[in-house]
């Protein structure tokens, strides 16, 4: 199987923040917003604990906002390969 690469200037498959400043802009803005409104939800820390319960890390682990979406990702996958995931999630 061919696997075809190119170099991160050529790539097209993202958007390259680094040579568009307006675009760089945009999305720091929009992550600050999106940041904002996940830690108002009143059900955020409920999902923070139950996720360090069922998981056993601690604060550290779930730090960053987005991180839920981390762990969301990783047991989508996990369970798309037939892969166990923690009993509870």
């Given at each position: 199987?061919?696997?075809?690469?190119s170099s991160?200037?050529?790539?097209?498959l993202f958007?390259?923040?680094?040579?568009c400043?307006?675009?760089?802009?945009f999305?720091?803005l929009?992550r600050?917003?999106a940041n904002?409104?996940?830690?108002?939800?009143?059900e955020?820390?409920?999902l923070q604990d139950?996720?360090k319960r069922?998981?056993?890390?601690?604060?550290?682990?779930?730090a960053?906002?987005?991180a839920?979406t981390?762990?969301?990702?990783?047991f989508t996958?996990m369970?798309a390969?037939?892969?166990a995931?923690?009993?509870?999630v």
């Open positions: 199987v061919t696997a075809v690469t991160h200037l050529d790539e097209i958007a390259d923040s680094n040579g400043p307006h675009l760089g802009a999305l720091k929009s600050q917003l904002t409104s996940m830690l108002r939800d009143p955020f820390g409920w139950e996720l069922t998981l056993g890390v601690d604060d550290a682990a779930l960053r906002p987005w839920i981390d762990v969301h990702d990783a996958s369970r390969h037939g892969k995931v923690p009993e509870g």
